[in-house]
């Protein structure tokens, strides 16, 4: 993916990106992008008009790369729906009258608030995923580029403990570093139309505990009722 830019005065040619995605089993998801920039640059760092393409049988510079593995195993009928498809709501919400940007505000939304959307028809579940990144910055005082590279790891996991009453956590770790990011857990209750969850993160610099009720229809999540503490290390 690229463009050019006919109305430039300089530099017409964009960074050019490459993208793979693939499927393994049926389990495992992988993909991977990488974006390249076609110029050369100066004794700054900063691009100048003359393709890099020219002189190689090359894309351009690389300046970041990405990979990423994910997998997911969950219990229960697998021939039954589920609330969510990959962290997105049902196609039925762009039924309902809403935008693009709502749709994706629903989407963030249910990423970030899985006790509120926990699907008490799937047993069990546990998603991994695995990331990898790459990004390369001119540093002025050596004249040329440093890559920096940083991995993380992240968790999903959730428990029926009855038909009605489901635990579960989520949390990241950054190889890198090897330290823990965020950690949550959770604690929600099907009422039929209504949800219950109770939100717990016990570690990391901010810390917060809460307890919502809220309806089951985004139409009416307004309605809800919640209650937060919050607290933070500085």
């Not at 490459?18 to 640059?41: Q, W």
């Not at 990011?181 to 929600?188: E, H, I, K, N, R």
Request: hydrophobic share 35%; charged share 20%.
């Amino acid at each position: 993916n690229t463009f050019y830019n006919f109305l430039a005065d300089s530099l017409k040619l964009q960074p050019i990106t490459v993208s793979a995605r693939t499927n393994l089993f049926d389990k495992v998801t992988i993909s991977a992008d990488a974006r390249f920039d076609p110029y050369e640059v100066n004794s700054l760092g900063n691009p100048i008009n003359k393709y890099i393409i020219g002189n190689q049988f090359s894309l351009g510079r690389l300046t970041s790369a990405s990979a990423a593995l994910q997998t997911s195993f969950k219990g229960g009928d697998k021939s039954k729906k589920s609330n969510t498809v990959n962290g997105q709501p049902k196609n039925n919400l762009r039924d309902e009258g809403i935008t693009d940007e709502e749709f994706q505000r629903e989407a963030t939304y249910i990423r970030n608030n899985p006790a509120e959307f926990a699907d008490f028809e799937i047993p069990w579940n546990i998603d991994l995923a695995y990331s990898l990144s790459l990004n390369k910055n001119f540093n002025k005082l050596t004249g040329g580029f440093i890559s920096t590279i940083t991995q993380s790891a992240t968790f999903n996991t959730s428990v029926n403990l009855t038909p009605k009453w489901k635990v579960g956590a989520n949390g990241t770790f950054d190889i890198t570093n090897k330290t823990l990011g965020v950690l949550s857990m959770y604690l929600t209750r099907d009422l039929h139309c209504w949800q219950m969850a109770i939100n717990i993160s016990p570690v990391g610099r901010s810390r917060f505990f809460s307890i919502n009720i809220s309806p089951k229809s985004p139409i009416l999540r307004d309605l809800k009722v919640n209650r937060t503490r919050t607290f933070t290390d500085f």
